[in-house]
């Protein structure tokens, strides 16, 4: 069968994939992007939740079909007892419609001239002698290949930071169009959470992750409790776990939610992801195009440059959370809601790096003496290593 080249094939034509093709195709190159699925953007797994700014640093700018509501507020709900409230509406919040995002992502690519083969599964990609080959339905040969085949290509170690997760889309009449909730509870949602994002006055993506729970059962439990009802229910893991050790291994690279470029404290992956989309399609142009040997790995330092130290602070502050029973989340939100603190939180901070809202909830007033009378020792020393690194910052990333 006959073999076709390219100067970058990409493999999974997600968000990270479909950045990376725009950037590289934008600079002239012979691009393809290989999607196992039929369709652009389906099944849709995401929420959508990101910020304009995340997007404008993108390059992107949805069309106002893709963007399905803006929030306001949120509303955190503890294990028991009255929510916390604050206003989130300077951080520019936006929901988008993630099927009709995705598409839109694939015109711009294909408009740069990247082309796209639907429903072609990669299943291998060998690093041969000054090329790559990639197999699939046909064969492929390209001088950089871009592994963005999401959760499904993280290596086993990282397998273990995949949280199973579900989402609904709902009706319902208790929900408020301007506010995400979030109800923290762990035991019921153990190392993460359930939240509901609005995306019109009666309808909402109803979502939860927790360790070993089963997410259609909980997400049902709870819609008995609030009321209302689902129209589409699908399931698909979120990581949670930093990036993987390498994004750069000879000609190929890792992007996306294939190198862990996610939130560990959400497993937001649009801007984290984005971002090594974009820095990986302009990194292959200037390896083909100038032949700068060092410009794949420039990649990767400029994507940890960017967020690494971050990222490393909300590693630690996630295995604080995971640890934290639900006696102690209660204190803990006792005393915020005491020093009204919340609201400047969210105001001062940054939806896209969550190192800064943790340092201000580490300086409230009254919270270093309550770690130290309801935290475990093991606790204790985590918030000690969170501390320690927020006053000097780190080097690497290993969430050890
Ligand atoms: C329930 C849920 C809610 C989320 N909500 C948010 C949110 O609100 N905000 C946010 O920022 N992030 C959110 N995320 C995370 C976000 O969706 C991901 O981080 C992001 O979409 C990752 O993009 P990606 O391109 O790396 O991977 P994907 O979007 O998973 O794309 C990978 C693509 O590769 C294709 N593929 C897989 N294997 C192959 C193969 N062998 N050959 C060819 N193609 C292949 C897949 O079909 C897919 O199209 C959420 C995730 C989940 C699971």
Redesign the pocket.
């Known amino acids: 069968m006959e073999t076709l080249d390219y100067d970058v094939i990409i493999?999974?034509?997600?968000?990270?994939?479909l950045l990376s093709a725009r950037e590289a195709a934008s600079k002239g190159l012979c691009v393809a992007v290989?999607?196992?699925?039929l369709e652009i953007g389906v099944p849709e797994?995401?929420?959508?939740?990101?910020s304009m700014k995340a997007l404008m640093e993108l390059g992107v700018i949805p069309s106002s079909r893709a963007v399905q509501n803006t929030v306001k507020r949120v509303l955190i709900y503890p294990p028991n007892g009255k929510p916390l409230e604050a206003d989130i509406s300077k951080q520019n919040i936006i929901v988008l419609h993630r099927s009709i995002f995705d598409k839109e992502l694939a015109k711009t690519a294909l408009s740069r001239g990247a082309e796209l083969y639907l429903g072609?599964?990669?299943?291998q990609a060998v690093e041969k002698e000054g090329y790559v080959e990639v197999k699939a339905k046909q064969t492929f040969n390209s001088k950089v290949y871009i592994d963005?085949?999401?959760?499904?290509a993280l290596p086993p170690e990282k397998q273990n930071s995949l949280l199973p997760?579900a989402?609904y889309d709902i009706e319902a009449e208790w929900i408020n169009q301007d506010t995400v909730e979030i109800y923290l509870d762990n035991l019921r949602y153990p190392g993460f959470f359930l939240w509901v994002i609005p995306t019109s006055r009666d309808t909402a993506k109803l979502?939860v992750a927790g360790r070993s729970i089963n997410c259609f059962s909980t997400l049902d439990e709870f819609l008995k409790r609030r009321g209302g009802y689902p129209t589409k229910k699908v399931s698909?893991?979120?990581y949670v776990g930093g990036p993987v050790e390498k994004f750069v291994n000879g000609r190929i690279m890792l992007?996306?939610?294939?190198a862990g470029q996610?939130k560990p404290s959400t497993?937001?992956?649009?801007?984290l992801?984005g971002l090594g989309g974009v820095l990986s399609g302009q990194a292959a142009a200037a390896y083909i195009l100038d032949g700068e040997e060092e410009a794949l790995q420039r990649y990767s330092q400029r994507w940890l440059s960017l967020l690494e130290d971050d990222i490393r602070t909300t590693l630690y502050a996630r295995r604080l959370f995971e640890k934290l029973d639900n006696k102690s989340l209660e204190k803990i939100f006792n005393l915020l809601r005491k020093k009204e603190v919340l609201n400047s939180i969210f105001e001062e901070g940054d939806f896209d790096r969550h190192s800064k809202s943790i340092r201000q909830l580490l300086g409230v007033e009254g919270i270093v003496k309550l770690f130290s009378i309801i935290a475990s020792n093991e606790v204790k020393a985590l918030f000690k290593q969170i501390e320690g690194l927020l006053n000097k910052k780190g080097r690497t990333i290993d969430g050890s």
Do not use: H, K, M, Q
């Open positions: 493999a999974g034509g997600g968000l990270a994939g290989l999607e196992e699925d797994r995401c929420d959508g939740l990101v072609e599964r990669v299943y963005a085949r999401g959760t499904t997760a989402r979502g698909a893991p979120i992007v996306g939610d294939s996610t497993g937001g992956g649009i801007y992801g």
